[in-house]
T-cell receptor, first 118, second 114 residues
Framework: AQKVTQAQTEISVVEKEDVTLDCVYETRDTTYYLFWYKQPPSGELVFLIRRNSFDEQNEISGRYSWNFQKSTSSFNFTITASQVVDSAVYFCALSVRRGAGGGNKLTFGTGTQLKVEL | NAGVTQTPKFQVLKTGQSMTLQCAQDMNHEYMSWYRQDPGMGLRLIHYSVGAGITDQGEVPNGYNVSRSTTEDFPLRLLSAAPSQTSVYFC?????????????FGEGSRLTVL
C-alpha cells in the first residue's frame, strides 16, 4: 500500500522568510511519481510539479524548489522569500505504476496549511 | 476551454435525501475520478473511471454510485445522504489511466448533510 505523510499540519511564517514543507512517502514500487498541489483559499487545486522515481535531480522554478531524496523517501518543497500569496494548503501526492485494470490512483497526504503574514 | 466543471458548488441536504453531483470535462480525457476532502484527511478517492462504461471503486466508495455513459460526464450519486458525507467533493480528470500526468481538478462542490 502507498502512503504519504505530511507531518506539518500548519506552518506560519513572516513574509520574506524561507519555508520548507516536508513530505515523506512509502511504497514498495520502484516506479512511482510524486506530485505537489497547491490549494489556495479559493479552494481549487493547482498542480505544481511532478517528479518520477528515476529522476532525483532537484528542481527550481522561480521561488519554488523541490528536493527529492530516495534514500529518505522524501520529496520536500521549499518556498524562498515567501509572500502572502503563497498562503494555501499544500498537498504532496504519490502515484505508482500498475498493470492493466489496476489504475494509477493518486494517494494524497493530509496537507500542510501555510500562512504567510506581513 | 472550460476544463473540469462541477455543479452545484454548494448544496445542503437532509439525511436520507438523494442527489447527484455533476462533473463534465471538455478535454477528451479518458480517466475521471471523484475525491472527497475532509479536514485532517487530505483527499480520498471515492470512485474512478478509465473510460465510458467502465468504473471502479476507490478508497471510500460506500454510499456513492457512479456511472460513465459518455467520455465527458461522470456524475456522483448519493442515494441516501448521511451526515458523514458532509464534505468537499472534487472531480478530477487526466488524459489516460496509465498516464502519470497531472490531474485536472474541478473547483469543488461543498455538501452539507443535516
Amino acid at each position: 500500500a502507498q502512503k504519504v505523510t505530511q507531518a506539518q499540519t500548519e506552518i506560519s511564517v513572516v513574509e520574506k522568510e524561507d519555508v520548507t514543507l516536508d513530505c515523506v512517502y512509502e511504497t514498495r514500487d520502484t516506479t512511482y511519481y510524486l506530485f505537489w498541489y497547491k490549494q489556495p483559499p479559493s479552494g481549487e487545486l493547482v498542480f505544481l510539479i511532478r517528479r518520477n522515481s528515476f529522476d532525483e535531480q532537484n528542481e527550481i522554478s522561480g521561488r519554488y524548489s523541490w528536493n527529492f531524496q530516495k534514500s529518505t523517501s522524501s520529496f520536500n518543497f521549499t518556498i524562498t522569500a515567501s509572500q502572502v500569496v503563497d498562503s494555501a494548503v499544500y498537498f504532496c501526492a504519490l502515484s505508482v505504476r500498475r498493470g492493466a485494470g489496476g489504475g494509477n490512483k493518486l494517494t494524497f497526504g493530509t496537507g500542510t496549511q501555510l500562512k504567510v503574514e506581513l | 476551454n472550460a476544463g473540469v466543471t462541477q455543479t452545484p458548488k454548494f448544496q445542503v441536504l437532509k439525511t436520507g435525501q438523494s442527489m447527484t453531483l455533476q462533473c463534465a470535462q471538455d478535454m477528451n480525457h479518458e480517466y475521471m475520478s471523484w475525491y472527497r476532502q475532509d479536514p485532517g484527511m487530505g483527499l480520498r478517492l471515492i470512485h474512478y473511471s478509465v473510460g465510458a462504461g467502465i468504473t471502479d471503486q476507490g478508497e471510500v466508495p460506500n454510499g456513492y454510485n457512479v456511472s460513465r455513459s459518455t467520455t465527458e460526464d461522470f456524475p456522483l450519486r448519493l442515494l441516501s445522504a448521511a451526515p458523514s458525507q458532509t464534505s468537499v467533493y472534487f472531480c478530477a480528470s487526466k488524459e489516460r489511466q496509465e498516464n502519470f500526468g497531472e490531474l485536472f481538478f474541478g473547483e469543488g462542490s461543498r455538501l452539507t448533510v443535516l
